[in-house]
């Protein structure tokens, strides 16, 4: 890193450059996120996440095959956690009628099976669970136990009766348990989301990053100046919108990466707003320092002075974070995936609107207001 003890370069002067690139990148995400749109994922628009793990490994093509023909619709089929992992995604939050029969018949064969010639009923049915109602006492707790060994989720409601959820990973199960007899599977989880509570996250998920921008103003228009403040977000709008524009220009061209839209990637925005305001934060405080020590200086040099100083620790902080941020998405698996390409572009972009856009921001303001800085 001793490259960087002397460094003299003249960023300000290569803004136009950096102008070009920004308002590139920035059109470019635009008119994907317009024509492309966003791949939401339940969280905002609702809709069942089921993960499955298997004891062996599994074609995930073949997997794929066999869930399109049980009747949910438009179905997203990806691995999780490895190759014996998959991961179910539906729009779909109940068990359809028809599909409810055809699970309540399977678990009736079940239990047939466990316990041949064993007189029951069923008494009471529900949306998610129905309930059987058993002549023999002695028998429920062994039903019980098979059925659950089976995978399907019980519990008993009394010494007659027992209660066996019905739900859409229980017609996956019944689906793929009869197609692979000899790969055994649980149900890791099974995730709802409804569209009322997706569109509120939606609505909390913007507020949240405008709350984030508007505090980050106010703050940094107190400690520095107002065109420091507004130059910074500035920057952070830069970093958001391309980073955004990203995720709707690549997604569904990568197969195995995972740019859905969802909470954890709100949360991987907002690392990035706190992430590339703290890097900005310190070149402007070098401008600063610069400003009250070289009175006579140009802006512009002062400004220079302070991202060259600055260069090596920002090379320093962004490397070693992206060292860490990388690992996550080569290896961290595809739920992470998103995630961490999120982090991934955005400290790359973060890093270089610090020095091109909020800092050549200050000096296009006071170059065209003609008014001087003073600490």
Request: hydrophobic fraction near 50%; charged fraction near 20%.
């Amino acid at each position: 890193m001793r490259v960087f003890d002397n460094l003299n370069i003249d960023f300000i002067s290569k803004r136009k450059m950096a102008y070009f690139i920004s308002g590139s990148l920035i059109l470019l995400g635009i008119v994907s996120i317009i024509f492309r749109g966003l791949e939401l994922g339940i969280d905002f628009k609702g809709g069942t996440d089921i993960a499955l793990k298997f004891e062996n490994p599994i074609e995930i093509g073949e997997i794929r095959a066999e869930l399109d023909k049980i009747e949910l619709g438009n179905i997203e089929v990806k691995t999780f956690g490895g190759e014996t992992g998959i991961l179910v995604r539906t729009e779909m939050q109940a068990v359809p009628k028809n599909i409810y029969t055809k699970v309540v018949a399977g678990i009736e064969s079940s239990i047939k099976e466990y316990q041949p010639g064993v007189e029951m009923s069923i008494s009471d049915t529900a949306t998610n669970s129905v309930t059987f109602n058993f002549v023999d006492i002695n028998v429920v707790e062994h039903i019980s136990s098979q059925l659950f060994k089976n995978g399907y989720q019980t519990s008993r409601l009394d010494d007659n009766h027992l209660i066996a959820r019905v739900s859409l990973s229980d017609w996956i199960e019944e689906a793929l348990r009869n197609k692979m007899p000899d790969n055994h599977f649980i149900v890791q989880k099974e995730d709802h989301v409804g569209p009322k509570i997706g569109s509120e996250l939606k609505q909390d998920s913007i507020i949240s990053i405008l709350l984030a921008l508007a505090v980050i103003m106010i703050y940094l228009g107190f400690r520095f100046k107002f065109v420091f403040a507004l130059g910074a977000v500035v920057a952070l709008f830069h970093d958001v919108i391309i980073t955004l524009g990203m995720f709707a220009l690549l997604h569904g061209l990568v197969p195995s990466l995972n740019l859905e839209i969802s909470i954890s990637i709100v949360a991987a925005f907002l690392t990035l707003v706190g992430y590339s305001i703290n890097d900005t934060v310190v070149v402007f405080d070098r401008v600063r320092e610069n400003i009250k020590i070289h009175k006579t200086a140009e802006l512009a040099d002062n400004i220079n002075r302070a991202i060259n100083i600055t260069m090596r620790r920002t090379i320093i902080t962004s490397l070693t974070t992206l060292l860490v941020v990388t690992v996550l998405l080569f290896f961290g698996g595809d739920v992470l995936r998103g995630f961490a390409f999120a982090m991934f572009f955005g400290i790359l972009i973060g890093t270089y609107s610090s020095v091109f856009v909020a800092s050549p921001f200050i000096y296009e303001y006071v170059k065209r207001s003609k008014q001087k800085i003073q600490f």
